[in-house]
């Protein structure tokens, strides 16, 4: 590995910084069982100039959703669901579904759904299942109405299921990758399976059994002075705080999948069990043949066709049980880097991870950055890229593939 070629990598995201567009990163190349680099570099704090540092504490969004995934397979292994099970088994809410006749059409204009949503439908986003923000029209606002905020929701899981079940559907269950609260269905699913909480089930599944004491769906007081601020980017005005309200006791509703708070050590604890198919210093969530099942591309060349969140996202990946994963890197390299076999999934909030089988690397890159969810902003939302550092993320990446000789350098 040049390091010559990784040592440039900071001087590079600190320029996002000096710029204005990012308070701060913390970015971290693990490989061969070492860290190579890890940078702390900005601020967390920007009023209070606390810097960004190893322990700070991040909302890490969508990159939620593996864990949620995992936990889900876990239970497909002891056999108390299949793939193919439908979700009303457990989810009685989700009977009798209708689908909209367009996707941005009026709300009473349905058929029925040929068929229930399964758990599958589900892991691969594949349900008919919606965000708002990745909706147009009058289901776009529904979401809105129906279910409230995308963060901070102010239902419990069980109201919030009825909610959700009450809109129609985009798409048939099974036509079409459409990204969507399905992974929060998951985790409330999960949860019932279990004869628990779907927060206690993966404290005590997967948190617990692999030391991750920093990652959990609320920032208790004493670890607050730790939580990078959130900021916004508006034109040319310096950076605005739009810090979420900390709660004085955990959330009762706990999203699955995109609720959780971590550290880079935290999330670097995960990948690792990842890249080691499931298993991490005596700790085995799931057997290797699941996590081949899990990375293994499972939308069809037609899905794969369609665009997401308005770019051809699935022209160098695909997309597996909760995770994405490289299929093609020439094609992938348009907007990232990775080998053959690379899997993650990003965050709303610009936050990143890919853990990369053929090199044994994972990349890990953490910021803080809001912006408006919705059509307009899909191409930095389906990167993980946002608004005031749109070209920090490629540099990152490719610059840590540029170092193992694999495409140019850029810096």
Known sequence: MDMNLI?????????VVDAGDLSGFVTLIWRKGEIVQLNTLGRRDIAGDKPMTRDTMFRI?????????VLALMLMEEGQLKLDDPITKWAPEFSGMKVLKSASGPLDEVVDAPR???????????????????????????????LGPLFGNPHGPDQWMERLASL?????????????????VLGFLVGRVAGATYQDFLKAKILEPLGMTDTDFW?????????????????????????????????????GGGGLISTVDDYLTFARLMLNRGELNGVRLIRE???????????????????????????GQGFGLGVSVITDPEKQAWMGAGSTGAFGWPGAFGTWWQADPEEDMILIYLIQNSMELGPESASQVATGQRMGGRAALPIFQKQAYAALGKGPALV
């Not at 969004?61 to 995934?69: F, G, N």
């Open 219 to 255: 920032c208790p007081p004493k670890k607050r002075d730790r939580m990078a601020k959130l900021y916004k980017a508006e034109d040319d005005a310096p950076l605005k705080d739009v810090s979420f309200v900390h709660e004085d006791h955990p959330p009762a509703f706990c999203a």
């Open 116 to 146: 229930d949503i399964t758990v599958e439908d589900l892991l691969t986003h594949r349900s008919g299942l919606a965000y708002g923000f990745t909706s147009v029209g009058p289901i776009a606002r529904a979401h809105q109405e129906v």
């Open 168 to 184: 129609p559907l985009s798409y048939a269950p099974g036509e079409r990758f459409h990204y969507s609260h399905a992974t929060d």
């Open 61 to 69: 969004a969508s990159m939620t959703k593996p864990l949620t995934s």
């Open 289 to 315: 043949d699941t996590f081949d099942l899990m990375t293994s591309n499972r939308l069809t060349p037609e899905q794969r066709a369609i665009p997401f969140m308005g770019i051809p996202f699935w022209l």
């Open 7 to 15: 040592n440039r990598i900071p001087g590079a995201l600190q320029g």
